[in-house]
């Protein structure tokens, strides 16, 4: 039986966060994280105004990164 990671479920469970909320997942400053959101590092959509991203894509994102570095997307490192 193999666990599965909470962290990075992309199931049920998949929150919307504001871009506040977004960057305080990611642990990076609301500055850092407009900057990675201009470079296409992950989608965003907008409700009532206000910036929304998914929690499955910033994991998506973690992840990329994780694994190997930039994903083609934004700047080149």
């Known amino acids: 039986m193999t666990s ?3 962290y990075f479920n992309e199931g049920e469970d998949n ?3 504001s871009a506040r909320e ?6 990076v ?3 850092t994280f ?3 959101r201009r470079n296409k ?3 965003v959509s907008m409700f009532m105004g206000d910036l929304r991203v998914r929690r499955s894509d ?6 990329d990164h994780l694994e190997g570095g930039n994903t ?6």
Do not use: M, Q, T, W
């Open 4 to 6: 599965i990671d909470p």
């Open 15 to 17: 929150p919307v966060f």
């Open 22 to 27: 977004a960057a305080a997942y990611l642990s």
């Open 29 to 31: 400053s609301k500055s």
């Open 34 to 36: 407009h900057k990675l």
């Open 41 to 43: 590092e992950f989608p």
């Open 58 to 63: 910033l994991n998506r994102f973690i992840r």
């Open 72 to 77: 083609g997307k934004g700047r080149d490192n």
